[in-house]
T-cell receptor, first 109, second 113 residues
Framework: QKEVEQNSGPLSVPEGAIASLNCTYSDRVSQSFFWYRQYSGKSPELIMS????GDKEDGRFTAQLNKASQYVSLLIRDSQPSDSATYLCAVKDFNKFYFGSGTKLNVKP | DAGVIQSPRHEVTEMGQEVTLRCKPISGHDYLFWYRQTMMRGLELLIY????????DSGMPEDRFSAKMPNASFSTLKIQPSEPRDSAVYFC???????????FGSGTRLTVV
């Protein structure tokens, strides 16, 4: 069983700041990593995927992967109140996703 | 595309009753997954199918749970008999296969009283 660890939060940041969300995983073999956003009462939605070491940017979102340290992070620049949600880290093993418990982000106006 | 469609959105049932949850995956997606989400345990994979065939059901909690996928556009998750500890949000998700992420349905909130 793969372990995916996230700080449950809540992480509170002021509007316009950078939010940094972190995730560690137990299996060195894992190759695919994903970030999902889940608003309260809604289903998870995919926001980023990353497969190679380094950074991947998509708009205000940047995913960072360090396979040697078994660490993946998500940076949200210019945070908005609408970014307030739970962010789930997921590690893919073949066709199965293993999810962390999620970090709740609060962006305060 | 309408996305992954689940029904019902909410289900309240009495302990001991049979519950059937339904899912229609995105057309062309070869993989279908059933997840359960609770505050205590987060998202747990129950079972997944590839081309309508169950591949891994190791997450199914016990024999009271069963899942079927009679064709590429329909799957069911059945709980019989239901128990209060089955109360959770059940998500169905589909994926086109190698690479890429899942698309989740809206979920079914199950309450067993």
């Amino acid at each position: 069983q793969k372990e995916v660890e996230q700080n449950s939060g809540p992480l509170s940041v002021p509007e316009g700041a950078i939010a940094s969300l972190n995730c560690t995983y137990s299996d060195r073999v894992s190759q695919s990593f994903f970030w999902y956003r889940q608003y309260s009462g809604k289903s998870p939605e995919l926001i980023m995927s990353i497969y190679s070491n380094g950074d991947k940017e998509d708009g205000r979102f940047t995913a960072q992967l360090n396979k040697a340290s078994q660490y993946v992070s998500l940076l949200i620049r210019d945070s908005q109140p609408s970014d307030s949600a739970t962010y789930l880290c997921a590690v893919k093993d073949f066709n199965k996703f293993y999810f962390g418990s999620g970090t709740k982000l609060n962006v305060k106006p | 595309d309408a996305g992954v469609i689940q029904s019902p959105r909410h289900e309240v049932t009495e302990m001991g009753q049979e519950v059937t949850l339904r899912c229609k995956p995105i057309s062309g997606h070869d993989y279908l997954f059933w997840y359960r989400q609770t505050m205590m345990r987060g998202l747990e994979l129950l079972i997944y199918f590839n081309n309508n065939v169950p591949i891994d059901d190791s997450g199914m909690p016990e024999d009271r749970f069963s899942a079927k996928m009679p064709n590429a556009s329909f799957s069911t998750l059945k709980i019989q008999p239901s128990e209060p500890r089955d109360s959770a949000v059940y998500f169905c998700a589909s994926s086109p296969g190698q690479g890429g992420g899942y698309t989740f349905g809206s979920g079914t909130r199950l309450t067993v009283v």
